[in-house]
C-alpha cells in the first residue's frame, strides 16, 4: 500500500492551494486569486508526528454546473475523495457556509471517508472569530480555523488528520520506483498518454491547447515495475507565454525535468519535429536525462512501408543532439505500443546508472586514440593520461590530459562514439569533463 493519502477540496477560490503549499512547505501549486486555476490533482509528499503522507490538491468543486472544464475539475475532485485515506474539506471564514458548500459537504458524507472541516482566512490572532460557529451546521463535526497566509491552525489541522490514518503496520513504502516526465509542447497527447497508462481518466484530456497547468504525478505499478508518471504542462514559445500562470506552468514542467528519472519527449505525428519540439528536447538533454522520442497519434498518418524509417530518419536529423535516444511510434488514443513504452523506460533507466570501471574505460582509450591520433596544434599534441567515471545520471567522465585547450569538440565527440560502441549507454547523454596537468584534482 502506499502512503496515506490526504485530499484537499472545496469549492473554488476559498485558498486550497495556497494551503496545499503550506502543509507540503513548497510552492507547488499554482496560487492565483481567479477561481479555477487549479484544473487537475496535484500530490505532494510531506509527513507530521513522525507519520509521512501524501496530499493532493483538487481543483475546486463547482456542484452543478454546465462549464465543461469545471465538470472535468469536478471529476478530478471525486476520484481524488476516492482514492484519499482522509478529506481535508476546505472552506471560507470571509464568505460564511454558502450553499455550494452545503452541497459539497452532502457529497462528502456520502462518500464515507473521514472529513476533518478547516475554515480557512482566519488571519487574524486573539479571541477566536464567532463567525467560525456557523461551519458546525455543515455536520462536519468541530471546525479548525487556519491561516494558509500565516499559517496558523495548519498543526492543528495535521495532528486531525494523522487520528484518522490507517495503521503504520498496514503501510509499506514505496521503492524502487522510476520518476518519469511525459514532456512536450501543447497538444500533442501527454495526458491521453497518461491516462491510457493509468487505465483511468486520471488527468484533464480536452482538444484545448494548455488544459493541464501543473505537473502532475500519479503512481502505476505493473509486473515491469513501480513508477510515478509526472504529467506535466506543455512548454510554449515564449512569445506565446504572455499569461502568468501559463509562465508558471512552463517553469513546472522544467521543474518536473529535474526531478524525473526519465524524460518521454512527446511528438505529435501528423507535424513533425518543430522548432518548439527541439527547445523541449533540448531542456530534458541538458538536463543529463535518460530520455525516449515517442511520436505520438502514430494511428492518425497515411502509411505505406517506408513511412516510419522516412520519419525515424527525420526524427534524427531533426534531433541529431540526441542521437542516443530510442525513438517509439504509439498512438495513445488505441493504445498501440504503448506497452512497449515501460521495457524502454526501464532500459534507459539502468543504462543511465550505468558504472564502467576505470580499468575497462582506459583499455577502451587505449584503443580508441591508436586508431585516432589526438589533435595537434602547432607541433603540439594532445596526451590523454587516463579516463575515470565520477557519477551516474547522467554518466560523467573526467579525461586528464596536458592540455586542454587540445581537446577540439570533434575529438570528445569521438570519444563519446568509442564509449558507446563499447558500452551501450543508450538512452542517455554523457557529460566529459577535461581536466588538465596542474588543474586541481576533480
Known sequence: MPKPLIAIVGRPNVGKSMLFNRLVGKRLAIVEDTPGVTRDRLYASSDWEGRAFDLVDTGGIEP????????????????AIDTADVIVFVTDITTGVTAADHEVANMLLRSGKPVVLAVNKMDATGPVNPDIYEFYSLGMGDPIGVSAVHGHGTGDLLSACVRHFPPESEL?????????????????????????????????????AGTTRDAIDSYFENEQGKYVFIDTAGIRRKSRVDDRIEKYSV???????????????????CQGVTEQDTKVAGLAHEAGKASIIVVNKWDAVEKDGKTMDKMRADMRRDLSFMSYAPILFISAMTGQRVDRLFELINFVNDQAAMRITTGMLNNVLADATARVQPPTDKGRRLKIYYMTQVGIRPPTFVCF??????????????????????????????RLIIR???????
Open 64 to 79: 452543478s454546473t454546465d462549464n465543461e472544464i469545471l465538470l472535468f475539475m469536478r471529476e478530478q475532485a471525486m476520484l
Open 401 to 430: 590530459c596536458n592540455d586542454a585547450q587540445l581537446f577540439h569538440f570533434s575529438y570528445q565527440r569521438y570519444l563519446e562514439n568509442q564509449i558507446r560502441g563499447v558500452f551501450g549507454l543508450e538512452g542517455t547523454p554523457i
Open 251 to 269: 517553469l513546472r514542467a522544467q521543474m518536473a525535468i529535474e526531478r524525473s528519472q526519465v524524460c518521454v519527449i512527446m511528438i505529435d505525428a
Open 172 to 208: 509499506e513504502e514505496r521503492e524502487d520506483v522510476i520518476s518519469v516526465a511525459i514532456i512536450g509542447k501543447p497538444n500533442v497527447g501527454k495526458s491521453s498518454l497518461t491516462n491510457r497508462i493509468l487505465g483511468e481518466n486520471r488527468v484533464i484530456v480536452s482538444n484545448v
Open 436 to 442: 588538465q596537468k596542474g588543474d586541481k584534482e576533480y
